[in-house]
């Protein structure tokens, strides 16, 4: 479709939503290998007789660095001039380690940019817009919107609250049980939930657990999907007074997939530099009043060193501490028909299962079925 003499040539509002549908796919392969940045996707796209043609498609790349801009860019080459960009986060504006990417979209003679949302940092908020659109290039922003916010969720919530999207995830049974009390582990949910929790894991920057559940799982944390292998994202323990084991699976694979551990302040410091010399990085936080981790201090930390997805995995108490404290943001649980029985472990001690299934301030975004498991996935509106 042919735009007003004097206006680029366009895409209707179908295509529009369909290549933009192109540049949120390429971003989401991604997720969990970017951070600080955000996992962007772009598509630079010429409108033919015979309906458009990509000429360049990237995500930002590993560590954050290319953005996908400028490597979209420069698959076009000089085709890039005269045609469309669709990104799904407004260029940057300004300069870090890179150029501004409004200024490269300008350069290569881009026409017509199309932006799914802008970016709320505040060295960007609106500037890359304005400064193309001074430049003449024709600037449309909300198309794709709705996915880019969650896809950029992480990144907002860093730039705008100073800590990652957390996403709580747990697998309960039909009776509300987490496993059986002592060494007893058992499986709550089938092959179909644990291959869709490991994707997930593909997707965070770092997954976070309890001292407890480590202890009493001895767990990997890694995602096993097979093709995604590397794609374990950073584990993180919290343990306020450092007693994780040297001899734990997490302590002897920090080489391969690193290790962070969150203490207390007055945690002892021959433990610390036990775990140190194994490759665990150690971290500390202060205590709440009530003697545990100030969780609010732990996101803030987390945030400040980059990380902008967590995906917090239990145990119950973790849970219901992240709950109380008013830091989750998603919520995903995985539910098995089979019931455990009185033995079990509650998935909030002390707490109505309905704080974890209908959490207030919270919508059900997704309902699916997982072989013989119930999949409920939340948002904080």
């Not at 939930?193 to 799982?217: C, P, S």
Request: proline residues 8%.
């Amino acid at each position: 479709m042919n735009s007003a003499p004097g206006a680029p040539s366009v895409s209707s509002p179908e295509e529009d939503e369909a290549l933009m549908g192109e540049a949120l796919a390429v971003g989401q392969l991604g997720l969990g290998r970017t951070w600080p940045n955000p996992s962007v996707g772009a598509v630079v796209v010429r409108q033919t007789s015979s309906g458009p043609q990509i000429l360049g498609r990237a995500g930002t790349a590993p560590a954050g660095r290319p953005h996908a801009e400028p490597l979209a860019l420069a698959q076009a080459g000089d085709a890039a001039r005269g045609a469309t960009l669709y990104v799904t986060l407004e260029p940057c504006s300004h300069y870090g380690r890179t150029p501004p990417c409004a200024d490269a979209v300008i350069a290569a003679g881009i026409t017509r940019v199309v932006a799914a949302i802008e970016d709320p940092d505040p060295r960007v908020r609106g500037r890359g817009v304005a400064r193309m659109r001074a430049a003449g290039l024709w600037v449309t922003v909300g198309v794709g919107a709705e996915r880019a916010l969650e896809d950029h969720a992480g990144h907002i919530r860093r730039v705008t609250r100073g800590r990652p999207h957390v996403m709580l995830k747990m697998a309960i049974s039909a009776d509300g049980k987490v496993g059986l009390v002592g060494p007893q582990p058992r499986a709550i949910t089938g092959e179909e939930a644990r291959a869709r929790v490991h994707a997930m894991r593909a997707q965070a920057d770092a997954i976070l657990v309890g001292i407890g559940t480590v202890l009493a799982d001895d767990p990997r944390l890694t995602s096993r999907v097979p093709g995604l292998e590397d794609r374990s994202p950073l584990r993180v323990v919290l343990d306020s007074d450092l007693r994780l084991a040297v001899t734990s699976t997490l302590v002897r694979t920090a080489a391969q997939v690193p290790v962070w551990v969150i203490c207390a302040e007055d945690a002892p410091a021959d433990r610390e530099k036990a775990l140190v010399d194994l490759g665990v990085e150690v971290l500390r936080a202060p205590r709440t009043a009530a003697g545990g981790l100030d969780l609010a201090a732990v996101t803030k930390l987390l945030g400040l060193l980059g990380v902008t997805r967590l995906m917090v995995e239990g145990g119950p108490h973790v849970a219901a501490a992240f709950l109380e404290a008013g830091l989750v943001d998603e919520v995903t649980v995985l539910q098995s028909p089979d019931t455990v029985g009185e033995s079990g472990i509650p998935a909030l001690p002390g707490r109505p299962l309905s704080r974890l299934l209908e959490p207030v301030g919270f919508a059900v975004v997704e309902r699916a079925s997982l072989g013989r498991d119930r999949l409920t996935r939340l948002w904080r509106h």
